[in-house]
C-alpha cells in the first residue's frame, strides 16, 4: 500500500487550490507530455521523432509545435491523460533493481516493483543495478528533469561501505575536485565513520553534486578502495529515513512546495 510520508516543515507556506490549476494554452508538446508524466521532455522529443506522438489526427515528426487544452493527443494511438498535479515519491529501492522501464536482459526493474495502484511515473535520475537506498519517483516529467539539472546543484549524499586502506593525499584531492579519465569531478566531500569500521572495511559518508554515471564508484575506484555497499540516503531535501527496502512513500503536498518552490514559482509562469 503507497502511504504518505509525514514531514515537518512548519514554516511552510499554506497551499493555494487556484494552484492546482494548469494552463497549457501555449505549451510545447514535448513539455505537455513531460507534465503528463508519460516521459522526461527530452524522450518525448525522441517519442516525437519516431512517429509515436500525433495532434489532432496527425504524427508528428517534430517537436516544434504549440497545443492547447483543446488539442487531441495520442501516444502510441492512446489518448493522453490529462495533466495532473505534481506528485513525487520516495521510494527505497533495493539492490538488483535497474532504474528503466525494461531491460533487454531481462533483469527486474523498480517498475516492476511499484503498487498496483500507483499512477505512470518516472524516476528523478538514477540508481545503478547494485546501488541502493533513495529513489524519487514522479508523475511530472519537467520537474524530474529540473531535478536532475547540475545547474540546480541539488546534493546527494551516500553511505558507502568500502575495502581498502585510505590515503590521506588522495582524500585530500577529491576534496578540491578530481579529473579521473578525461572527466572532472566538482568537489566531494568524504567522511569516515569511525565507529562503523569493520576490519579493513570502513563505512564512508560521500556528499555529491554532480551525480554524474557511476560518480561514487568511479571516485572510490580513483582512491583505490573497493565497494561492497553503496547506498544513497537524501537527495537534495528529502531524505530515505527509515523507509524499508523496497517500501515507497508519496511525499505531501505542502511539504513538496517548500522544498520546491522555484520550480513551482517558474513552472506557472510558463
Given at each position: 500500500m503507497?502511504s504518505?510520508?509525514?514531514?515537518?516543515?512548519s514554516?511552510?507556506p499554506?497551499m493555494?487550490?487556484k494552484?492546482?490549476?494548469s494552463?497549457?494554452e501555449g505549451?510545447?508538446i514535448?513539455?505537455?507530455?513531460a507534465r503528463?508524466?508519460?516521459c522526461s521532455r527530452?524522450?518525448?522529443?525522441?517519442m516525437?521523432?519516431?512517429?509515436r506522438v500525433?495532434v489532432?489526427?496527425?504524427?508528428?515528426?517534430?517537436?516544434?509545435?504549440n497545443?492547447?487544452?483543446?488539442s487531441v493527443i495520442?501516444?502510441?494511438g492512446?489518448p493522453?491523460?490529462?495533466?495532473?498535479?505534481?506528485?513525487?515519491?520516495?521510494?527505497?529501492k533495493p539492490?538488483g533493481?535497474?532504474?528503466?522501464?525494461?531491460?533487454?536482459?531481462?533483469r527486474p526493474?523498480v517498475f516492476?516493483?511499484?503498487?498496483p495502484e500507483m499512477?505512470r511515473?518516472?524516476?528523478i535520475?538514477?540508481?545503478?543495478?547494485?546501488?541502493e537506498?533513495?529513489?524519487?519517483?514522479?508523475?511530472?516529467g519537467?520537474?524530474?528533469?529540473h531535478?536532475?539539472?547540475?545547474?540546480n546543484?541539488?546534493?546527494r549524499?551516500y553511505?558507502?561501505?568500502?575495502?581498502?586502506?585510505?590515503n590521506?593525499?588522495?582524500?585530500?584531492?577529491?576534496a578540491?575536485?578530481v579529473?579521473i579519465?578525461?572527466i572532472?569531478?566538482?568537489p566531494v566531500k568524504i567522511?569516515?565513520e569511525?565507529?562503523?569500521?569493520?576490519g579493513?572495511n570502513?563505512?564512508l559518508?560521500v556528499?555529491?553534486?554532480?551525480g554524474?554515471?557511476r560518480?561514487?564508484?568511479k571516485i572510490?575506484?580513483?582512491?583505490?578502495?573497493q565497494?561492497?555497499?553503496l547506498i544513497r540516503v537524501a537527495?537534495?531535501p528529502f531524505?530515505l529515513?527509515?523507509?524499508?527496502?523496497g517500501?515507497?512513500?508519496?511525499?505531501?503536498?505542502i511539504a513538496?512546495?517548500g522544498?520546491?518552490g522555484?520550480?513551482?514559482g517558474?513552472?506557472?509562469?510558463?
Amino acid at each position: 500500500m503507497v502511504s504518505t510520508l509525514m514531514l515537518s516543515f512548519s514554516m511552510l507556506p499554506r497551499m493555494d487550490k487556484k494552484d492546482n490549476k494548469s494552463n497549457f494554452e501555449g505549451v510545447r508538446i514535448a513539455k505537455r507530455l513531460a507534465r503528463s508524466g508519460v516521459c522526461s521532455r527530452r524522450d518525448a522529443e525522441r517519442m516525437i521523432a519516431d512517429g509515436r506522438v500525433s495532434v489532432d489526427g496527425k504524427v508528428l515528426t517534430s517537436p516544434a509545435l504549440n497545443v492547447t487544452e483543446k488539442s487531441v493527443i495520442t501516444v502510441d494511438g492512446k489518448p493522453l491523460n490529462s495533466a495532473e498535479e505534481t506528485r513525487v515519491w520516495r521510494y527505497h529501492k533495493p539492490a538488483g533493481t535497474i532504474t528503466t522501464s525494461r531491460d533487454p536482459q531481462g533483469r527486474p526493474t523498480v517498475f516492476e516493483k511499484l503498487p498496483p495502484e500507483m499512477p505512470r511515473v518516472v524516476s528523478i535520475g538514477r540508481l545503478d543495478f547494485n546501488t541502493e537506498g533513495l529513489l524519487l519517483l514522479t508523475n511530472d516529467g519537467e520537474l524530474a528533469r529540473h531535478m536532475e539539472l547540475p545547474a540546480n546543484a541539488w546534493l546527494r549524499r551516500y553511505r558507502v561501505r568500502v575495502y581498502g586502506d585510505i590515503n590521506p593525499a588522495k582524500l585530500a584531492s577529491v576534496a578540491k575536485g578530481v579529473t579521473i579519465s578525461g572527466i572532472h569531478y566538482e568537489p566531494v566531500k568524504i567522511e569516515i565513520e569511525k565507529t562503523k569500521e569493520e576490519g579493513r572495511n570502513k563505512w564512508l559518508a560521500v556528499t555529491i553534486r554532480e551525480g554524474k554515471n557511476r560518480e561514487v564508484r568511479k571516485i572510490m575506484d580513483y582512491l583505490d578502495l573497493q565497494v561492497t555497499r553503496l547506498i544513497r540516503v537524501a537527495f537534495g531535501p528529502f531524505p530515505l529515513g527509515k523507509l524499508p527496502r523496497g517500501g515507497i512513500e508519496e511525499v505531501p503536498r505542502i511539504a513538496l512546495r517548500g522544498a520546491l518552490g522555484k520550480f513551482f514559482g517558474e513552472h506557472k509562469k510558463k
